[in-house]
Nanobody, 124 residues
Framework: VQLQASGGGLVQAGGSLRLSCAAS????????IGWFRQAPGKEREFVSA????????LYLDSVKGRFTISRDNAKNTVYLQMNSLKVEDTAVYYC??????????????????WGQGTLVTVSS
């Protein structure tokens, strides 16, 4: 399984970005794709995730109402629409895949495959 994350960049506070995570390779139909982020000097943090089957979602409290995760089954791609960005959203964002597909986990250790990361920088 390979994950390709893209869409990061530099944006002013209050702006928007859309991240994409394209999955390829052999997967079952019941996996979960999550987004995590890691700011300099901080631990990797769960942001959001979606189940491929059913489209259930989970969000970090601080991004609720600002970020929206969605999926395109035909393209095997998950999107993270990020609106009203804040300086504290600055981080490298990673997408990850959990093959279990049973329950959305916010622990990075539950995810089996990781993308390469895309940098999001929000300026004040």
């Amino acid at each position: 399984v390979q994950l390709q994350a893209s869409g990061g960049g530099l944006v002013q506070a209050g702006g928007s970005l859309r991240l994409s995570c394209a999955a390829s390779g052999r997967t079952n139909s019941s996996y979960i794709i999550g987004w995590f982020r890691q700011a300099p000097g901080k631990e990797r943090e769960f942001v959001s995730a979606i189940t491929w089957r059913g489209g259930r979602t989970l969000y970090l409290d601080s991004v609720k109402g600002r970020f929206t995760i969605s999926r395109d089954n035909a393209k095997n791609t998950v999107y993270l629409q990020m609106n009203s960005l804040k300086v504290e959203d600055t981080a490298v964002y990673y997408c990850a895949l959990d093959l279990s597909g049973v329950r959305i986990a916010d622990n990075p250790g539950n995810y089996d495959y990781w993308g390469q990361g895309t940098l999001v920088t929000v300026s004040s």
